[in-house]
């Protein structure tokens, strides 16, 4: 058979592949143009969305041509879920990483040599040494698979060390194709990865970035912990979610706090023994309703695909890791929020990070630029959604209709004589004080400072009573946002007037402010509830059947059947194998595995 009848056959393959093990009738979006690349020898670069099915385009390529798939990964903590969740498919998976004794990597080493395994999970730092190389070399590879491929960029938000060793696998497997997937990464970052893996010649697949199920919303920081609390209780009583927060110690704080508010809250930071943050991802993996209070150290990777909520406490420091942090909720494309609340001290003690770090001054001058970014997106007053998605360079054809702002159109009000008055004040004070000490200047404050620097004598003094001191934090801190003033933090958080402002001073321009509400600015949210179609009797049932399966194997819940799967047993009601046969997420691995016990769940109840 001549190499395009063997191609055909392969993709015939992969569509049997895609339907007999993952009990899928069709692919989504590009992943088939993408699978028939990588099986026709050709290398990938792939941007998908977060739980847009980037796992498919190396697990059935790995499986249809010969030999084992390498996923190169840098999450050794998840390495044993991932297997796990294969295994259940029948697919043959294993790992090499430092959790595994000398004896037992033996083991792996000795399958992966005799052709018993379809894929391999191995972390940067091991395959880059030479023991692993060689055994590599001694192997059938089916292909190279680089997740977080974004972990490459020294521009992007999880930049790891050794992934800049990842361009040897060109140079020393030329003829095993390539296919390096990240969800997350700007034109600059995408340059990186293509120069630093050698990319250059490979076909690149964009995904739209949008997320339609996730709800954007942000609001200001007036009490962050009851405004948690209320949207907890308001909209996620019993759900699994992520809460962000930029310190070990905040973490450990809000997830006590939460603990004793009778939410299942646990901590994750670096700073943990290794044996408590493994623990606590496990319990979050497998147990149901479980709530993480994390630091960006928590996240990358993680496949739980009912996570209702992100919640961040502190804003992100760019766009990046926002989107890649919100996009672990609502995998599954079920509805879910990602909630923000920020404060201008959010951009001074990132900032004041910034100015910390051992980066270079171009590096420094890109973190910024990154942050006004995010700052931007905060203070928006137009669709959320429409700015996120054209910072990726991907757009949409009208206001999405699922953010706050679309939801409820922000107020604005003319604040263009108040931004003046705050612009007047910076200059006048000499541009070395910061927003409290402009406020009592304009308010007209009679306090030691004002009378020290003698600026009760200023044409400023005294001419803003008209705005409150919550009101003129909200004129300096879009002054900010938009870069009309910066924050010198040599000068202790003093604001600094920068070039754009000298039009509004001059009475060349105007400008719209949002009016910022008390409280939590945002309406509640309905709560989502389940189809009016389905028992609610019977989705317990088939929860229950689920949760004692994944008890019984060691494995979280979804790896046994997503939502998705158990909602349309609801509205299907299969009675015999083969009418389970057809339930989506039923290969035939997973009919012998647990068609019985869902079966008799469904007749036991009906």
Same mark, same amino acid.
């Given at each position: ?16 592949? *895609? ?8 692919? #989504?979006?590009?992943?088939? %143009?993408?699978?028939?690349? =990588? ?25 249809? #041509? ?28 294993? &790992?090499?990483? $430092? ?21 391999? @999970? ?15 070399? /001694? ?13 490459? $960029? ?61 709800? &954007? ?25 992520? =809460? ?84 672990? %909720? ?24 910034? %100015? ?8 420094? #001058? ?24 054209? &910072? ?34 910076? @200059? ?49 801190? /879009? ?35 949002? #009016? ?7 309406? /509640?949210?309905?709560? $989502? ?43 299907? *009601? ?6 389970? $046969? ?25």
């Amino acid at each position: 058979m001549g190499s395009a009848g063997v191609y055909c056959v392969a993709m015939n393959n992969a569509q049997q592949i *895609l339907q007999s093990v993952f009990g899928y009738e069709a692919f #989504r979006g590009p992943q088939d %143009a993408i699978i028939q690349t =990588v099986i026709a020898g050709g290398d990938a670069l792939v941007l998908m969305p977060t739980g847009g099915g980037k796992s498919l385009c190396y697990q059935i390529p790995a499986l249809a #041509r010969p030999g084992c798939g390498i996923v190169i990964s840098p999450l050794i903590a998840l390495m044993q879920d991932q297997v796990s969740a294969m295994r259940q498919l029948g697919v043959r998976a294993s &790992y090499l990483n $430092s959790t595994l004794d000398a004896e037992e990597a033996r083991t792996v080493e000795r399958e992966l040599l005799s052709g018993e395994l379809d894929l391999l @999970y191995i972390a940067p730092e091991r395959l880059t040494q030479g023991r692993c190389l060689s055994l590599l070399e /001694q192997a059938s590879i089916a292909l190279f698979a680089i997740d977080e491929a974004h972990c490459v $960029s020294q521009w992007g938000h999880d930049f790891r060390a050794d992934y800049l060793q990842l361009s040897l696998l060109h140079e020393r497997f030329p003829a095993v194709p390539r296919i390096a997937l990240t969800a997350t990464a700007d034109e600059r970052t995408r340059a990186e990865i293509i120069l630093r893996l050698d990319l250059a010649q490979a076909e690149q697949f964009i995904a739209g970035f949008d997320r339609p199920n996730i709800r &954007y919303r942000i609001a200001l920081k007036t009490n962050p912990r009851a405004q948690l609390l209320r949207f907890l209780k308001d909209e996620h009583a019993k759900d699994a979610g992520i =809460v962000y927060c930029l310190s070990r110690k905040k973490t450990e704080e809000i997830s006590l706090w939460l603990q004793q508010q009778g939410f299942n809250a646990l901590p994750y930071h670096a700073g943990l023994p290794p044996a408590l943050r493994a623990d606590h991802q496990a319990r979050f993996l497998r147990e149901e309703g479980v709530i993480i209070v994390a630091t960006i150290a928590f996240g990358m990777g993680i496949d739980k695909p009912d996570v209702r909520f992100v919640a961040h406490l502190d804003m992100p420091k760019t766009i990046e890791s926002y989107y890649q942090e919100t996009g672990r %909720a609502g995998r599954d494309g079920e509805p879910a929020n990602a909630w923000m609340i920020y404060g201008l001290q959010d951009v001074i003690k990132l900032r004041q990070m910034m %100015a910390n770090s051992e980066g270079s001054e171009e590096h420094k #001058r890109a973190e910024q630029h990154r942050l006004n970014a995010m700052l931007g997106l905060c203070e928006i007053t137009t669709c959320r959604r429409e700015s996120l998605l054209k &910072y990726f360079g991907d757009t949409l054809p009208q206001p999405c209709g699922n953010c706050d702002t679309c939801l409820e159109p922000v107020d604005t009000w003319d604040g263009t004589e108040a931004a003046r008055k705050a612009l007047s004040a910076v @200059y006048r004070t000499g541009q070395r004080f910061g927003v409290n000490h402009l406020i009592d200047v304009l308010r007209g404050a009679s306090n030691d400072k004002i009378k020290q620097f003698d600026h009760q004598q200023l044409p400023t003094y005294g001419v803003g009573k008209e705005l409150d001191n919550t009101q003129w934090r909200s004129v300096f801190r /879009q002054l900010v946002a938009r870069g009309y003033t910066s924050v010198d933090l040599a000068q202790f958080g003093a604001l600094r007037l920068e070039e754009q402002c000298r039009p509004l001073l001059r009475g060349e321009q105007d400008i719209q402010l949002r #009016r910022d509400v008390g409280g939590n600015t945002t309406r /509640q949210q309905t709560k $989502s509830v389940l189809p009016a179609d389905i028992d609610v009797g019977l989705w317990e049932a088939l929860r229950e059947c689920r949760r004692l399966l994944a008890e019984e194997q060691g494995v979280p819940p979804y790896v046994i059947f997503h939502d998705r799967s158990l909602k349309e047993m609801c509205t299907v *009601l299969p009675r015999t194998p083969e009418e389970f $046969s057809y339930i989506t997420g039923v290969g035939e691995r997973k009919l012998d595995k647990y068609g019985a016990a869902f079966l008799r769940a469904i007749n036991e109840y009906l």
